[in-house]
Every structure is written in C-alpha cells, then in structure tokens.
C-alpha cells in the first residue's frame, strides 16, 4: 500500500458510472480506459465527463484509486509513492501538476513503476501533452508512451439525453422542451448544466412546484 496516507476526504461520485454515461462519439475512449492498454491520456478544453470518466472507472474496479490534481496544494508529491499497489490509477486534471518540479519529477517516477508492476495508468486534462506546459521533457515523453484521445463533446441532441438521464436519477421527468431550454439559456459544458439542473430540481422541491420554463425563469432571473 502506499506509504503516504491517501487524503480521506477524496470521495467517488456514487452517481458517476458508465451506465449514466452518454458515450456519443466517445465510444472508442471508453473501449480505451476499460481495455488492459497500461497508459491512456485523454483530454478537452472542455468540461465534457472526464472526471465522470475516471470515477465510473473506479466504480468498476475493485483495486482502484482516483486522485483529482486540482487539489495538488492540499498534499505532497509524496502522494504518488507506492500508487503501483492498486491495479489501476486514475489522475484527473493532470495540468495542474505542471511547472512543479518535484510534482513532475514524482508523475515520472509513478510512470516507471506502473510499467515495471505492470498496472495501469489512466489520466486526463485540459490539453494534450505537449500542451498543459510541463517543463520535464522525459515527463513530456512519459505522457505520450500510451494512447492519447481527444474526447468530443455531445451533441444537443445527446445533451438533451444527458439532463434527462440526469433528471430520471434524482427522481423527475424532464420535458425535451425544457431540456432545450436550459441549452439554450445556460452554460453548454455538461458541468454547469448538471449543477444548474440539480439547483432547480432542490428549488422545485423547496417551492412543491413542478420544473417548468416559467420556474426555470424565475429561479434564474431569465
């Protein structure tokens, strides 16, 4: 097991599975991350489920471990030691880990005894690796030993798809109309539109009114 202490407080989404994920376009990276491929980097400049991506990953292997990088200030590089022990390790938004020396020296490192252990390496970001600025040119070199996917946004019509599922999960229906209208209105990314959603369905439960364009509006000031 490693021996620095994995933080507590890193917890899984119980919602983020591949059953809940709208795979449209992505269907090869998804084929990718649950292949026995040791290295997949996949990366968007937007927010398209790629946490989701690396959590659903977790959900289904037992011997798994998710860090999310953008809390890299809350710990130590030492964080990576001893990470080979689990068959498989998920780094989310790997940028945040560039122009950090000893951050990009300890991802190094990982990366070699994960090829030696023979386990399995799966990390995403905002940009390719040539691209998220990380000064360590054998680093740089480490980050494209594998496959690397650019994942593709959905479409309206998948985005539609995506809240609805979302809406049946936390127990509503969600009308195509008013799908449309949120995408529409609102930030496209599908992280704003899932936080928005969640806001107006606790809303409609305060106010025991039903999720409708009227109510969208106004809980929005639209």
Same mark, same amino acid.
């Given at each position: 097991?490693?021996?620095? &202490?994995?933080? @507590?407080?890193? =917890? @899984? ?14 269907? $090869? ?18 927010? +398209?489920?790629? +946490?989701?991506?690396? &959590? ?59 090829? /030696? ?7 995403? %970001? ?16 480490? @980050? +494209?030993?594998?496959?690397?996917? $650019?994942?593709? %946004?959905? %479409?309206? &019509?998948? =985005?539609?798809?995506? !809240?609805?599922?979302? %809406? =049946?999960?936390?127990?509503?229906? !969600? ?8 995408? =529409? ?16 369905? /606790?809303?409609?439960? &305060?106010? $025991?009114?039903?999720? +409708? ?8 000031? @639209?």
């Amino acid at each position: 097991m490693p021996s620095y &202490q994995i933080p @507590l407080q890193i =917890k @899984l989404n119980d919602a983020a599975t591949f059953d809940n994920f709208i795979s449209k376009g992505n269907e $090869q990276l998804v084929s990718l991350l649950k292949s026995d491929e040791p290295f997949v980097y996949y990366w968007s400049k937007q927010a +398209t489920g790629k +946490t989701h991506l690396a &959590q659903a990953l977790c959900h289904a292997m037992p011997n798994a471990i998710y860090l999310p990088l953008s809390d890299i200030e809350q710990w130590q590089p030492e964080i990576f030691d001893g990470l080979e022990s689990f068959d498989l390790i998920c780094l989310d938004d790997v940028e945040h880990l560039a122009n950090k020396p000893e951050w990009e020296l300890a991802l190094f490192n990982l990366f070699n005894r994960v090829r /030696d252990s023979g386990k399995k390496l799966r990390m995403s %970001a905002h940009a390719s690796p040539n691209n998220i600025g990380v000064s360590l040119n054998d680093l740089v070199s480490r @980050l +494209t030993w594998g496959v690397t996917v $650019q994942v593709e %946004a959905l %479409a309206d &019509q998948d =985005k539609v798809v995506a !809240l609805s599922l979302r %809406a =049946k999960q936390r127990g509503f229906s !969600l009308s195509d109309e008013v799908a449309s209208y949120l995408l =529409k209105h609102c930030p496209r990314d599908m992280r704003n539109l899932f936080a928005i959603l969640d806001r107006l369905d /606790d809303a409609s439960l &305060q106010a $025991q009114r039903r999720l +409708t364009i009227p109510f969208i509006k106004e809980c929005l000031d @639209l």
